[in-house]
């Protein structure tokens, strides 16, 4: 009896002997006079599998000459191999061309630039680079389940079409079903978005936060793990307009267990990875990430430093002279890509959390500290990315939620709901967003975060 193996299960399980049928696609064939290696993969593992076809099989003459790509369905007999860098390999006894490959295949050269692969994102998942990462990838989100629900958090599916903004979060995208060349208009002429589908201006969400402090507040510890949608018009190597966030919330709780939190977290994905993903984590390293399994190593071995936004400042300040930064920093500024890269790659080669913004350049919803000039809010910030966690205590307090509300200029009947929440058995809570796909790409080291998202999407470009 033979049946149909993974390569994976082949290797996992040690199955040295017996008859498989395995599928894949061919990598390269390589000749000899008596017989021919052919070396596949079945997209199952990182490691490829070496099958070994006799001359005389009937099918030999098209088997010797097939090319990269091809797809292949083999019947054989599995032996030790004597061959260096594989365990076992396939002695084929039926060999089956399931799908030949055209003879203008982008994908036949053995080196192709990820510029080169983003234009035929239809095909890069075939690359052992791309298998790797979106194993990684993967990989990083089971463990994000496993971590939180190990910790007794449950997961909540926010909404992703929305009528509330999330402070403004980022751009948003409309959505809407009125004809766009002849909209409903109100007496100023302006749309008349309560004739619209919902009754009122509506948009895909850019974060699930408000609606999970919601369910915070009844079953504490809860998470979001879902897509999100940002109109970036900048075009950066760390912007999407489609990326997936992790948005954990707990109730009774302060910045600190929060920051506490991000960093177990951020610890146990590396570790998961570490563990259960060598192989592509050494087959990305040589490829694309010199060091990166060092770098990954020391992450979770060291602490991770946490600074206030006063002390980045100063910091930032005393380095000034000497890297001369475009925008010079000053207590009160947004930190710039520039003074992140200082402080994680200058300052300390390692992640950073930053804590303890002012007020003035964070959202309305979080803790204003005693001071009255700075909010409970955190940044973690990694090497090579920036901004990879964004997060804060939120305010608890009614009347000082109303006034930041005013104070920003936006409308109190708007977050109605949100209020109720401090109204109604208010307590201390707080969360953070961090984006997995930043986190992806921190993981594998990538420069470019659409290299491990599957079909990216960003300012001028939906295509696939
Ligand atoms: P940035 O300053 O990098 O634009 P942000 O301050 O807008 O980030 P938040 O609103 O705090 O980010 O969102 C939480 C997290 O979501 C960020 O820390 C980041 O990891 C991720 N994120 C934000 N915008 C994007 C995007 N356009 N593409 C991918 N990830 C993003
Ligand atoms: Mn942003």
Same mark, same amino acid.
């Given at each position: 009896m033979s049946s149909l193996h993974s390569v994976k299960k082949i290797i996992k399980d040690r199955?040295?002997?017996?008859?498989?049928?395995?599928?894949? @696609?061919?990598?390269?064939?390589?000749?000899?006079?008596?017989?021919?290696?052919?070396?596949?993969?079945?997209?199952?593992t990182?490691?490829?599998?070496?099958?070994?076809?006799?001359?005389?099989?009937?099918?030999?003459?098209?088997?010797?000459?097939?090319?990269?790509?091809?797809?292949?369905?083999?019947?054989?007999?599995?032996?030790?191999?004597?061959?260096?860098?594989?365990?076992?390999?396939?002695?084929?006894?039926?060999?089956?061309?399931?799908?030949?490959?055209?003879?203008?295949?982008?994908?036949?050269k053995k080196a192709t630039s990820l510029e080169f692969l983003r234009e035929n994102a239809h095909l890069r998942a075939r690359t052992q680079l791309f298998g790797a990462v979106f194993r990684v990838k993967n990989a990083l989100s089971y463990a994000t389940h496993r971590f939180f629900q190990e910790q007794d958090f449950y997961w909540i599916h926010t909404p992703i079409l929305t009528a509330s903004d999330c402070e403004g979060a980022g751009e948003m995208f409309r959505v809407s079903t009125l004809d766009p060349k002849n909209p409903p208009l109100d007496d100023k002429g302006e749309i008349d978005y309560t004739k619209d589908y919902f009754g009122a201006p509506t948009h895909l969400t850019v974060s699930g936060q408000l609606n999970v402090e919601c369910f915070s507040m009844g079953l504490n510890k809860v998470y979001t793990f879902g897509p999100t949608f940002r109109a970036e018009n900048s075009h950066t190597h760390r912007h999407l307009s489609e990326f997936w966030m992790i948005e954990p919330e707990i109730a009774f709780a302060g910045l600190d267990e929060v920051a506490d939190?991000?960093?177990?977290?951020?610890?146990?994905?590396?570790?998961?990875?570490?563990?259960?993903?060598?192989?592509?984590?050494?087959?990305?390293?040589?490829?694309?990430?010199?060091?990166?399994?060092?770098?990954?190593?020391?992450?979770?071995?060291?602490?991770?430093?946490?600074?206030?936004?006063?002390?980045?400042?100063?910091?930032?300040?005393?380095?000034?002279?000497?890297?001369?930064?475009?925008?010079?920093?000053? @207590?009160?500024i947004d930190l710039q890509t520039e003074h992140e890269r200082y402080l994680t790659e200058g300052f300390h080669q390692g992640p950073v959390i930053v804590t303890d913004y002012p007020k003035d350049i964070k959202a309305f919803y979080m803790k204003l500290s005693d001071d009255g000039k700075?909010?409970?809010?955190?940044?973690?910030?990694?090497?090579?990315?920036?901004?990879?966690?964004?997060?804060?205590?939120?305010?608890?307090?009614?009347?000082?939620?109303?006034?930041?509300?005013?104070?920003?200029?936006?409308?109190?009947?708007?977050? @109605? @709901?949100?209020?109720?929440?401090?109204?109604?058995?208010?307590a201390p809570h707080g969360g953070f967003g961090l984006g997995f796909e930043r986190m992806v790409q921190?993981?594998?080291?990538?420069?470019?975060?659409?290299?491990?998202?599957?079909?990216?999407r960003v300012q001028g470009n939906a295509k696939f």
């Open positions: 199955i040295h002997e017996g008859s498989v049928v395995v599928e894949g @696609w061919v990598r390269f064939v390589r000749k000899s006079k008596q017989f021919c290696f052919v070396v596949f993969n079945d997209g199952s990182q490691d490829n599998m070496q099958i070994v076809v006799d001359a005389s099989l009937s099918n030999y003459a098209e088997i010797s000459k097939m090319i990269n790509g091809t797809s292949i369905s083999v019947l054989g007999d599995l032996r030790v191999s004597e061959g260096k860098g594989q365990a076992v390999e396939l002695d084929a006894k039926e060999f089956t061309i399931v799908g030949h490959v055209e003879a203008d295949y982008p994908l036949q939190l991000a960093i177990e977290y951020m610890k146990y994905l590396i570790n998961y990875c570490l563990s259960h993903c060598p192989k592509e984590l050494e087959f990305i390293e040589k490829r694309e990430s010199p060091g990166l399994v060092e770098r990954l190593q020391g992450v979770v071995t060291s602490e991770v430093v946490k600074i206030t936004y006063t002390k980045a400042i100063e910091i930032l300040e005393a380095a000034h002279a000497k890297e001369n930064f475009e925008f010079a920093p000053k @207590w009160g700075t909010v409970r809010a955190m940044d973690v910030l990694v090497p090579g990315i920036g901004e990879i966690i964004g997060g804060s205590q939120r305010e608890e307090k009614l009347d000082t939620l109303k006034k930041r509300i005013k104070e920003m200029n936006l409308s109190e009947s708007d977050y @109605w @709901w949100y209020l109720d929440l401090r109204k109604y058995g208010t921190y993981v594998t080291g990538l420069h470019n975060i659409r290299d491990v998202m599957a079909f990216p």
